[in-house]
Every structure is written in structure tokens, then in C-alpha cells.
T-cell receptor, first 114, second 115 residues
Framework: DQQVKQNSPSLSVQEGRISILNCDYT??????FLWYKKYPAEGPTFLISISSIKDKNEDGRFTVFLNKSAKHLSLHIVPSQPGDSAVYFC?????????????FGSGTRLSIRP | NAGVTQTPKFRVLKTGQSMTLLCAQD?????MYWYRQDPGMGLRLIHYSVGEGTTAKGEVPDGYNVSRLKKQNFLLGLESAAPSQTSVYFCASSYSRRGHNNEQFFGPGTRLTVL
């Protein structure tokens, strides 16, 4: 039972256009959401996060949107660049009672084509 | 500042063999984690530690043991390797709680094959 779902295994976007990566979650206790980016043969690196008290967080070309009622979040990359080609993991965590355990989605491979 | 390092980078084991994966971090983080990544399944938490001398089970702990004798090191042990443990293993560390956005810092991974 996957609590964090990324239903698109892959996405191809033209350079300069907008990339939209989607993520759904089932656990209503999740209150913090993160996106990680991973290049081949490297560990994931933190990209951007959002607390459940917000519905949008922006950092340069990256914006994360959170729709709590739909239990859905998305990552927008504008404009898309070749270096954005990577696997993107959506992740979520809940509560203060334990270590910051994060539940990861299965990832979406983004390819930016020239 | 090396961040999070993992040793070894690659390893091939035979079924039944044992090995230890070493993770080290130089950021003085309290929390450390071991994940495994399998195709189509993202990263799954094996064990984690909230401080020196403490460990706890994650989502998929069976077949693994861990130890955190020093704050900067987190060891993952496989006592009797099985083919189902073929995976890429990632170590991560973070500050405690939410003071730093729950951001976890990952090592480069260890690719383990069990024949």
C-alpha cells in the first residue's frame, strides 16, 4: 500500500517549456512534503519542500503546489533546462513524535529534450 | 566537508555471506537513516537512528541489523545475505526535527548484488 504515489514513471519535456511532476498521497496525517532530485550514480538531493499550512512554495525556477483536499502536490519547473533531466522523488512526513521519517514515492524520470 | 560518505560503492556477495556497509557523516547530524532503492518502488526506510547508541526499525527491517556507536557513523549489517537483498543502499543524515526543513542529506549509494 503506497502512501505516496507518483503515477507517471517518466516525462519528456522540451527545453524552455514547463515541466509538471505530480504526486498523490493517501495519509491525511502527512504535514510536510518534499521533492528530491536524483542523478544516475548519485544520492538524492533535496530540492524544495512545503508545509501543509501553505499551498505554494517557490524557489527560483521551482514551485511546489499543495492541494490538501485532493491530497495532491505538484512540482513545476519553469523554464526547463537540460540539467533538469533526472529522477524526481516526491516525499512526505508526518508528526513530531518520531524521527523525521520520510515516505518516498517511486519517482518520475524527467527528460528535457532540445 | 565530505558530507555523507558510504563504503563500499559496489559489492557482490554469495547467498549466505555477511557484510557490513559503513556510512559516515561530518555534519554533526543527530539523525541517520538507511534506505534501499528498488526499481519502481522508490526509497524504503530500513532502519534509522535518532542519536548515538539508539536505533529503530523502519519500513523494511527484516534481514538487516544496524549500530550507531559513534554519532558520525551508522553501520548496516547483513548477517546472511539473500538474493532479495540485491538493491542500491543509501545512507542519509539530518538535523533533528523540523529546524532544517526535514531535509535529509544522502550518500552516493552502495550497489549490492547477492548471487
Amino acid at each position: 500500500d503506497q502512501q505516496v504515489k507518483q503515477n507517471s514513471p517518466s516525462l519528456s519535456v522540451q527545453e524552455g517549456r514547463i515541466s509538471i511532476l505530480n504526486c498523490d498521497y493517501t495519509n491525511s496525517m502527512f504535514d510536510y512534503f518534499l521533492w528530491y532530485k536524483k542523478y544516475p550514480a548519485e544520492g538524492p538531493t533535496f530540492l524544495i519542500s512545503i508545509s501543509s499550512i501553505k499551498d505554494k512554495n517557490e524557489d527560483g525556477r521551482f514551485t511546489v503546489f499543495l492541494n490538501k483536499s485532493a491530497k495532491h502536490l505538484s512540482l513545476h519547473i519553469v523554464p526547463s533546462q537540460p540539467g533538469d533531466s533526472a529522477v524526481y522523488f516526491c516525499a512526505a512526513s508526518a508528526g513530531y513524535s518520531s524521527a523525521s521519517k520520510i515516505i518516498f514515492g517511486s519517482g518520475t524520470r524527467l527528460s528535457i529534450r532540445p | 566537508n565530505a558530507g555523507v560518505t558510504q563504503t563500499p560503492k559496489f559489492r557482490v556477495l554469495k547467498t549466505g555471506q555477511s557484510m557490513t556497509l559503513l556510512c559516515a557523516q561530518d555534519m554533526n547530524h543527530e539523525y541517520m537513516y538507511w534506505y534501499r532503492q528498488d526499481p519502481g518502488m522508490g526509497l524504503r526506510l530500513i532502519h534509522y537512528s535518532v542519536g548515538e547508541g539508539t536505533t529503530a526499525k523502519g519500513e523494511v527491517p527484516d534481514g538487516y541489523n544496524v549500530s550507531r556507536l559513534k554519532k558520525q557513523n551508522f553501520l548496516l549489517g547483513l548477517e546472511s545475505a539473500a538474493p532479495s537483498q540485491t538493491s542500491v543502499y543509501f545512507c542519509a543524515s539530518s538535523y533533528s526535527r523540523r529546524g532544517h526543513n526535514n531535509e535529509q542529506f544522502f550518500g552516493p549509494g552502495t550497489r549490492l548484488t547477492v548471487l
